[in-house]
């Protein structure tokens, strides 16, 4: 759980970074913003108001989390504050090297350090690296002589960031804890998450949760499907137990997943075939036992839908109980057709 209720701005600077492959500028600055309690306020909303998951990931490298460059700058702020000015031009220049990509746009980067955030019950400080690209026009009233006047200005949405990291002081060992948000194309994502900061999604609760459910809406679309034998309403129940399961469920345990879920022994057999090729091509580590995160399966339930889709006319939700739902063929017209039970219409 993230809790910034009484988070404190120590230190913000502001440079500038454009496209290294378009010969754009990189520009620098040797001073901290000076900024009122006003723009203070203004500011950790627009760095800070757009964090609310536990997904968390690490800092990682060939050799190990303290060989990654942004780590070490970011470690150098933590041991030593004084070092902030220095280590935010190493960052921004390590950004600006990682801009090569011909789609990468130029923006404002700003670096800053927090104190007294909770992170899982945890009090700590952060550094923060955000930076906007996204420029937007807005309309400012002015009193001229001839009375009111509409003048049109660039500037910064306040409810937008187009790329952020924070990263808490918090098991350095592991690489740190951080979060970071990515509003971007998958180009840039590359760019952002592993030129530029050299991360790795956090093997924990949250993670295993995502990880899982992902995995069993895959099952379902490329094995337990249409090409084996499985009507599309046993598809949807399969779903609809996987999904519940997790809902319902505050740990995971796989025995008592395949007795409750998958059941059939062959189809317990195809799933652990499936998750073991997944592993090995996604490079995922699964767990047998862990604790469900909420987080994670909320987020995943809205792409786990168990809809039946019949030509361009009907789209159908199934919910459970794929007995109640028989599939047939008119022998006049030759064309499919599903019954549906059920005992009260709401």
């Known amino acids: 759980?993230?809790?910034?209720?009484?988070?404190?701005?120590?230190?913000?600077?502001?440079?500038?970074?454009?496209?290294k492959s378009r010969e754009e500028d990189l520009?620098?600055?040797?001073?901290?913003l000076s900024v009122n309690e006003s723009v203070k306020a203004l500011l950790m909303q627009f760095f800070l108001g757009h964090f609310s998951e536990e997904n968390y990931y690490n800092f990682c490298?060939?050799?190990?989390?303290?060989?990654?460059?942004?780590y070490k700058y970011v470690n150098d702020?933590?041991?030593?504050?004084?070092?902030?000015?220095?280590?935010?031009?190493?960052?921004?220049?390590?950004?600006?090297?990682?801009?090569?990509?011909?789609?990468?746009?130029?923006?404002?980067?700003?670096?800053?350090?927090?104190?007294?955030l909770v992170v899982d019950g945890e009090l700590v400080?952060?550094?923060?690296?955000?930076?906007?690209?996204?420029?937007?026009?807005?309309?400012?009233?002015?009193?001229?002589?001839?009375?009111?006047?509409?003048?049109i200005e660039e500037g910064i949405n306040l409810n937008k960031i187009d790329k952020a990291c924070l990263i808490y002081n918090t098991e350095?060992?592991?690489?740190?804890?951080?979060?970071?948000?990515?509003?971007?194309?998958?180009?840039?994502?590359q760019y952002w998450r592993t030129d530029f900061l050299g991360i790795e999604q956090r093997k924990?609760?949250?993670?295993?949760?995502?990880?899982?459910?992902?995995?069993?809406k895959d099952f379902v679309e490329e094995v337990y499907n249409e090409e084996h034998e499985v009507d599309k309403p046993e598809q949807i129940a399969m779903l609809n137990k996987s999904k519940n399961y997790f809902k319902e469920n505050e740990t995971f345990d796989k025995k008592d997943f395949e007795e409750n879920v998958l059941a059939q022994p062959e189809v317990i057999e195809a799933f652990n075939e499936y998750q073991q090729q997944y592993a090995e091509e996604k490079n995922v580590e699964f767990k047998e036992n862990f604790e469900v995160s909420e987080n994670a399966q909320k987020k995943q339930q809205s792409k786990m839908k168990g809809v039946l889709k019949l030509d361009k006319n009907f789209h159908i939700y199934i919910h459970g109980d794929e007995s109640k739902v028989v599939k047939g063929v008119d022998p006049e017209t030759g064309m499919k057709y599903y019954q549906f039970f059920y005992e009260h219409e709401e």
């Open 1 to 19: 759980m993230l809790d910034f209720a009484n988070v404190r701005l120590n230190s913000v600077i502001l440079h500038k970074t454009g496209n």
């Open 27 to 32: 520009i620098l600055s040797d001073h901290e």
């Open 61 to 70: 490298s060939e050799n190990g989390p303290t060989e990654n460059d942004v």
């Open 77 to 116: 702020i933590f041991q030593n504050p004084d070092s902030f000015i220095e280590e935010s031009i190493n960052i921004a220049t390590k950004l600006y090297d990682a801009g090569t990509h011909p789609k990468i746009k130029e923006g404002d980067l700003y670096i800053a350090s927090f104190s007294d």
């Open 125 to 151: 400080d952060a550094v923060g690296i955000f930076k906007s690209e996204t420029k937007q026009d807005f309309l400012q009233i002015r009193t001229g002589e001839s009375g009111l006047d509409i003048v």
């Open 172 to 189: 350095p060992e592991f690489g740190y804890k951080l979060n970071i948000i990515d509003q971007t194309n998958k180009q840039e994502a």
């Open 204 to 216: 924990d609760d949250f993670y295993q949760t995502q990880k899982y459910m992902e995995l069993c």
